[in-house]
């Protein structure tokens, strides 16, 4: 087989077994990206993965280089891409994408046993202070969720604006009126003494 046929094979394999699975991403039909771990969990990193021309007879280009690793060291990352050029070596020649990403999710503990979080401060312009991100930082409020039929009620109040037209909570005196007087008849007021 040439390594395009190869390819194709692997690919077809590879969008069977990761389909819907939100760790796999296929940038293009050569080129990859794997989350290791959960996206809260602060050891998880992202695989870049691209296949020269003459994959798998060469090795896969693996890059860590993803906006999501900024928070891994650099010696971090240097031990991630020496342990996964190992692996690929012992399979160079045969499609290894599925067994690089299940190995990387296997020794996810050994290969950021030595992490520690990069901490980046952000520099605001207009006082030169530093910030650090806080962790009493205030939540966003929830919205108020309302139902289909709530919605429904709200567009058919409002006018092409989406506001209420004038007066619409205001009391309609006469039924306020008639409806004191009703009170009045069937619940008298005793004469005060």
Known sequence: MTANEDQEMEL???R???EGDECFKEISP???QFRVGDLED???FILDIAWPETYPETAPQISLDA???NR????TKELILSKLEQQVEANL???MMYTLFEWAKEHQEV???NHRPVVTSVMVTASSELTAPSSTAKRKEKKEQLTKAQKRRMVNRTDHKGELPRGWNWVDVIKHVSLKQLDHRLFPVAPAV
Do not use: D, H, P, Q
């Not at 891994?72 to 010696?75: H, K, L, N, Q």
């Open 42 to 44: 602060i050891k998880a």
């Open 16 to 18: 069977s077994i990761y």
């Open 72 to 75: 891994i060291s650099a010696e």
């Open 93 to 95: 020649g045969t499609a």
């Open 12 to 14: 077809e394999a590879l």
């Open 30 to 32: 050569v080129s990859f």
């Open 67 to 69: 906006f999501f690793n």
């Open 111 to 113: 290969l950021m046993e």
